[in-house]
């Protein structure tokens, strides 16, 4: 991190609110600079801070002298006494003292950096690298890595930011209420973006009007007269976030919405299978400022219109030329094991096994057969849905998994197999709402090992096979199986 704004240590200890331990045994005063943060011993850099955490079958502060041996200048630590070859901070709280150290960052870096803020129920780590991709055609930028949108994550983010950055584009995710308050008052973003209000995390807030409230937790912490851009085409947030135009600059995309600041539409919107998505883009601001043009998405799905135009929103608020846009979504591509298309033994895979919730996983089966328009029909092939559970859906969970049987029962789907104990509601919705006999299409395994024993007789050449279940369900295997 040789970019890093050195802190002192006397600095750190302030802002992590800590209390030396043994500092008097390496030096005095603040003569020693903390050029960088380590949560990983195996990673640390000379200079670095190391912040253990406490997980459940790993504990960090045993690894502290590891990390003195790679050069930390010094740890935190929750523990009362410590023997280490390094200066201790001792707080009451390593995962807050890192979030406190990140808002004193955040606040040396000040207007010298711009913040853009993501957040929604689906879509947002794509989003956010797409956005990402349209920045880094005019600014130094950094950006969340992954999906690391936690507590912890997006304060390693923004600890991350050196000298000579200009912009950071942040993911924010939760679990639970009050998740996205603390992650912006860190942030303090500039620009605050909503991808869509969903279904995701749904037993912990038991609708989708509370998601909406923990998603708009946001704003209050974004700078006065900031951006606002969000997905129109989503009547929650719309109904939350018009009536802001009086205090905000707000950009609604996917609808010609009158009242706003700005608008971003798409047009003449054309698939290519597997190969992606064209359209036209078309940005509005009041009568004043209006501009268009052609562009490729790489990665297949309607659905990836939305991420586009609020990339090309993002990049006119920086007052981008539209050409620098075209190009930063042209070259836009997503993170691992999203709609990652493979073509091995014989068959296409495509790999979605990141995570799943109903409205992706809708997505991810129009993906499917909209490719059929293109490739199916030209060869000897099936289309095959390997689908696990989706998770995080409470008392929901198995009224969505049937409506996703029903919907998929009214698609191009020749082969459907379920996989795990809420798929078998996906099985019973498909069955139970299928026009068809359902033998020979459809098929339930209770575990990933049981139908990987099965693939080979099942599978067949030119099969097109969409693999898509939440993180935990760890169809990765199933994907390699079929790939290998």
Known sequence: MSGFLRLSVDEVVRACEGVWLNSEAFFSGDEISVTGVSTDSRTTKPGDLFIPFSGKNVDGHNYIRSAARQGAVCAL?????????????????????????????RGLLGTAVTVVAVTGSV?????KDMIASVLSQRFKIRKTHGNMNNDIGMPMTIMGIEQGDETVVLEMGMNHAGEIRGLSRIAKPDICVFTNIGDAHIENFGSRDNILKAKIEMLEHIKPGGTIIFNGSDRLLSNAL???NDRYTVICCGESTYGVSGTVNAASISKRGLYGVDCSITFAFGSRYQWSFQTQISVPGEHMVMNALIAAAVGATFGMHPEAINEGIRRFVPYGSRMDIIRANGITVINDVYNANPTSMRAAVDVLTDSSVMEINIVDGRTVCILGDMLE??????????????????????????????????????????????????????????????????????????????RSMAFEHIVKALTA
């Open 77 to 105: 630590t929750e523990r009362g006494t410590e023997q280490a070859d390094v200066p201790l901070i001792w707080v009451d709280s390593t995962k807050q003292a890192l979030q406190r150290l990140a808002v004193y960052y």
């Open 123 to 127: 879509g947002k780590t794509t989003t």
């Open 242 to 244: 018009l009536p802001l």
């Open 393 to 470: 859906l409470g008392e929901f969970a198995e009224s969505l998994h049937k409506s996703l049987g029903a919907y998929i029962a009214q698609k191009h789907v020749d082969l459907l197999i379920c996989v795990g104990s809420l798929a078998r509601c996906i099985y019973d919705g498909y069955k139970d709402n299928s026009e068809q006999p359902t033998n020979g299409k459809l098929l339930y395994f209770s575990t990933s090992e049981a139908l990987i024993v099965s693939l080979q007789s099942i599978i067949q050449p030119n099969d097109h096979v969409l693999v898509k279940a939440s």
